[in-house]
């Protein structure tokens, strides 16, 4: 099998074809996964079959291992997954099984997010595995931040540049009060970290927008007003098309994508159906 890297022609991704992902990987070979994940944000490799801990190994290829929300945030219920789930293993699916959910987001839409940048220190890198996937529906996009960042109008970025935003930790990125949280009265009194709007990224050396999601979110010294004003008007451009690229899965398909220059969201499947991913996430560098 020889290795081949194919950009989608989109605004982001390409797929990678020739490897297998259960296999050990020569060092070289991590060096141009490496480098095409940096260039093209989201990486893809179709049928791929590996347990849990073949896909902790391969990620471990990148960097150090990092825990999903549930560990991060130390929730009193638990990590609401299986006994038998790897503790860095993060569940993502409708199914129900016994009356307990087996994963997280359920069937609805997720809305544009970035993974937990509601902690200090947000990982670099999420890689989904689709295990199980409904018929249609479901379907990720993701969404290129240095072109967003690169096609803000002077005089927004201007109300931007050198700021920081919050990231409220007390909703979920569907916007559902979390366990453990209490509700704030309005976006600015929201607990969570605060993080550079355009980060310069610590390997490619290039800047990029840094929105968690919308809803809640809160720049630095601005009133209510001013903060809805500038959000709406980044968000209107952010969501133009041009900037994203939209998955639609096949069972195998392992998915990295850079978590600090790209956002995603995920379409609503028909709740009937089931869909089951594993994520696996890579330890993240503090945005500056
Ligand atoms: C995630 C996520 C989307 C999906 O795992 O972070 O947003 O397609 N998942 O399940
Ligand atoms: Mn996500």
């Given at each position: 099998?020889?290795l081949e890297i194919t950009p989608m022609g989109a605004a982001l991704g390409a797929v990678v074809s020739g490897l297998d992902l259960s296999q050990k990987l020569a060092a070289e070979t991590v060096e141009r996964?490496?480098?095409?994940?940096?260039?093209?944000?989201?990486?893809?490799?179709?049928?791929?079959?590996?347990?849990?801990?073949?896909?902790?190994?391969?990620?471990?290829?990148?960097?150090?291992?990092?825990?999903?929300?549930?560990?991060?945030?130390?929730?009193?219920?638990?990590?609401?997954?299986?006994?038998?789930?790897?503790?860095?293993?993060?569940?993502?699916?409708?199914?129900?099984?016994?009356?307990?959910?087996?994963?997280?987001?359920g069937n609805a839409e997720a809305k544009w997010h970035t993974d937990t940048p509601f902690v200090e220190r947000p990982p670099a890198a999420s890689i989904l595995h689709a295990w199980e996937l409904p018929p249609?529906?479901?379907?990720?996009?993701?969404?290129?931040?240095?072109?967003?960042?690169?096609?803000?109008?002077?005089?927004?970025?201007?109300?931007?540049?050198?700021?920081?935003?919050?990231?409220?930790?007390?909703?979920?990125?569907?916007?559902?009060?979390?366990?453990?949280?209490?509700?704030?009265?309005?976006?600015?009194?929201?607990?969570?970290?605060?993080?550079?709007?355009?980060?310069?990224?610590?390997?490619?050396?290039?800047?990029?927008?840094?929105?968690?999601?919308?809803?809640?979110?809160?720049?630095?010294?601005?009133?209510?007003?001013?903060?809805?004003?500038?959000?709406?008007?980044?968000?209107?451009?952010?969501?133009?098309?041009?900037?994203?690229?939209?998955?639609?899965?096949?069972?195998?398909?392992?998915?990295?994508?850079?978590?600090?220059?790209?956002?995603?969201?995920?379409?609503?499947?028909?709740?009937?159906?089931?869909?089951?991913?594993?994520?696996?996430?890579?330890?993240?560098?503090?945005?500056?």
């Amino acid at each position: 099998m020889t290795l081949e890297i194919t950009p989608m022609g989109a605004a982001l991704g390409a797929v990678v074809s020739g490897l297998d992902l259960s296999q050990k990987l020569a060092a070289e070979t991590v060096e141009r996964l490496r480098n095409a994940w940096l260039e093209h944000i989201v990486l893809v490799y179709h049928g791929q079959d590996l347990s849990d801990p073949q896909l902790l190994d391969f990620t471990r290829y990148f960097g150090e291992l990092e825990y999903p929300p549930s560990k991060l945030l130390n929730y009193s219920q638990g990590s609401g997954q299986k006994d038998d789930i790897p503790l860095e293993i993060n569940v993502i699916s409708n199914v129900i099984e016994n009356g307990k959910k087996i994963g997280q987001l359920g069937n609805a839409e997720a809305k544009w997010h970035t993974d937990t940048p509601f902690v200090e220190r947000p990982p670099a890198a999420s890689i989904l595995h689709a295990w199980e996937l409904p018929p249609s529906g479901g379907n990720t996009c993701f969404m290129n931040m240095y072109a967003v960042l690169e096609a803000l109008p002077a005089e927004l970025l201007a109300k931007i540049d050198g700021k920081k935003c919050k990231h409220d930790v007390s909703h979920t990125s569907d916007g559902v009060l979390r366990h453990d949280y209490d509700d704030s009265p309005d976006a600015k009194s929201c607990p969570g970290p605060w993080h550079p709007m355009i980060r310069t990224h610590p390997d490619s050396g290039r800047k990029a927008l840094y929105l968690g999601k919308r809803a809640w979110a809160y720049i630095e010294g601005t009133t209510t007003e001013e903060n809805e004003e500038i959000l709406d008007a980044i968000w209107a451009i952010a969501e133009r098309p041009e900037f994203v690229y939209e998955h639609v899965w096949t069972q195998g398909d392992v998915l990295m994508w850079d978590n600090r220059c790209a956002m995603h969201r995920r379409d609503e499947f028909d709740g009937s159906q089931r869909r089951i991913m594993h994520r696996s996430q890579l330890r993240g560098d503090i945005p500056v």
